[in-house]
Each structure stands twice: as C-alpha cells, then as structure tokens.
C-alpha cells in the first residue's frame, strides 16, 4: 500500500527582529505568532477527517517545531529528512537590501535563472521529489505530511504543474503554515489542493527565509 495524499507544509514564522535571510543558520527558532500558525496548520489537517500515519520534517529547528504540533496532535514521531531542507544560500546571515548595495555580492546575482545565489533550482526538485516519493511509498495506508520550507514547496508545486522553475520569489503562493497537498494518479503526482489556514495571522508577520 502507499500514502493516499501527501501534504507539504510550510513552518510557521521565525523569531528574526534582525531581518536576517536565515537560510541553513541554526538557532532561528519559531516567533510565538510562529507557533499559533504551526498550531493552525495542524488544527486545518485535523478538521479534514483524514488519517495521517507518516509525520516527516526538515532538520532545521522551526521546521521542527512546527511539526511538533502535528506530531501531538496525530500521535506520530519526527521523522527527519534532510532531502526536504532549505536551499543554500550566499545570503544566509545578510539583510538583502543592505547586501544587495555591496559590490562584493554582486557576482551572486548574476544569474536568477540558476540561481548563482545557492543551490540550483534543479537540484532542489531533484531531493524534493525523491523525498515526496519515499514518503508516498513508505506510508502504508492513509496520508503523509512533510513540513519543509517555502522555496522547496515552491519549486515541487512549478514542477509538477510545468510552471517555470526561475521565478520571483515575490510572487510565491506559499504562506507560512500553509498547505499543498498532492495525490498520485496515472503514474504522476498531482497537486490537488492549497490551504492557508494561517493567513489571518500573517499581516504583521516577518518572513524573510530565502530567496
């Protein structure tokens, strides 16, 4: 048997009053709002009636936490997989619009369609996909949930619809706590769904992980 759907879930906001773009950093923990929005998230997965039997998680803290949550609440352990982390980044530590005006980084930016800034965008699909397709076939019976990051989510999502994968990052359907679910049919993964149970609390909320 294999997994019914899987469900790529963003975490929740990060506590970062530096602004930092944070990328692989450790210690960037989740905000307080950041864990209203985990809560959410799992509250939304809870309300569908569904079983969820396979809990997977980036190795980075706020993904951790914000699996935390759906692992109380459905009973399951972590399980970590390091293919569903957040992409490299010459940025990571760096304010952009204050590192954008160096000289130094210019070279980084010299080509978005890669990007020269960190890990290729084929790459990210390339671990993305393998990770989804272990999850799909590990879970013996009802649903997985895999809680990553918004760039990954958003390039499994540009893949698996034939959208171009070079992008602008402004332009992401992929709101902390959100959801995308997918099912497997005909040989394919399918996107099937998008829910953004934790909208209401992301007007104030400061969200500068990746580009």
């Given at each position: 048997?294999?997994?019914?759907?899987?469900?790529?879930?963003?975490?929740?906001?990060?506590?970062?009053?530096?602004?930092?773009?944070?990328?692989?950093?450790?210690?960037?923990?989740?905000?307080?709002?950041?864990?209203?929005?985990?809560?959410?998230?799992?509250?939304d997965?809870?309300?569908?009636?569904r079983?969820?039997?396979?809990?997977?998680?980036?190795?980075?803290?706020r993904?951790?936490?914000?699996?935390?949550?759906?692992?109380?609440?459905?009973?399951?352990?972590?399980?970590?997989?390091?293919?569903?982390?957040e992409?490299?980044?010459?940025?990571?530590?760096k304010?952009?619009?204050?590192a954008?005006?160096?000289?130094?980084?210019?070279?980084?930016?010299?080509?978005?369609?890669?990007?020269?800034?960190?890990?290729?965008?084929?790459?990210?699909?390339?671990?993305?996909?393998d990770?989804?397709?272990?999850?799909?076939?590990?879970?013996?019976?009802?649903?997985?949930?895999?809680?990553?990051?918004?760039?990954?989510?958003?390039?499994?999502?540009?893949?698996?619809?034939?959208?171009?994968?070079?992008?602008?990052?402004?332009?992401r359907?992929c709101?902390l706590s959100?959801?995308?679910?997918?099912?497997?049919?005909?040989?394919?993964?399918?996107?099937?769904?998008?829910?953004d149970?934790?909208?209401s609390?992301?007007?104030g909320?400061?969200?500068?992980?990746?580009?």
């Amino acid at each position: 048997m294999v997994a019914s759907q899987i469900h790529l879930v963003r975490h929740g906001e990060v506590h970062n009053p530096s602004r930092v773009l944070y990328g692989r950093l450790p210690g960037f923990r989740l905000s307080e709002l950041g864990t209203r929005m985990a809560g959410a998230a799992a509250d939304d997965l809870a309300s569908r009636d569904r079983s969820i039997t396979r809990l997977v998680a980036s190795p980075l803290q706020r993904a951790q936490e914000s699996a935390a949550p759906l692992s109380e609440r459905f009973g399951l352990d972590i399980i970590t997989d390091d293919r569903i982390i957040e992409p490299t980044n010459h940025f990571e530590g760096k304010v952009m619009r204050i590192a954008l005006r160096n000289p130094v980084n210019w070279p980084a930016v010299r080509n978005p369609r890669k990007p020269s800034w960190g890990e290729p965008y084929v790459s990210i699909v390339a671990r993305m996909l393998d990770a989804v397709r272990d999850a799909w076939e590990s879970t013996e019976s009802g649903d997985a949930v895999l809680v990553s990051h918004q760039l990954p989510i958003w390039m499994v999502h540009s893949s698996l619809t034939g959208a171009p994968l070079p992008h602008d990052p402004r332009q992401r359907r992929c709101g902390l706590s959100s959801i995308t679910t997918f099912e497997h049919r005909d040989g394919v993964f399918v996107e099937v769904g998008y829910t953004d149970p934790a909208a209401s609390l992301a007007s104030g909320a400061t969200d500068v992980g990746a580009v």
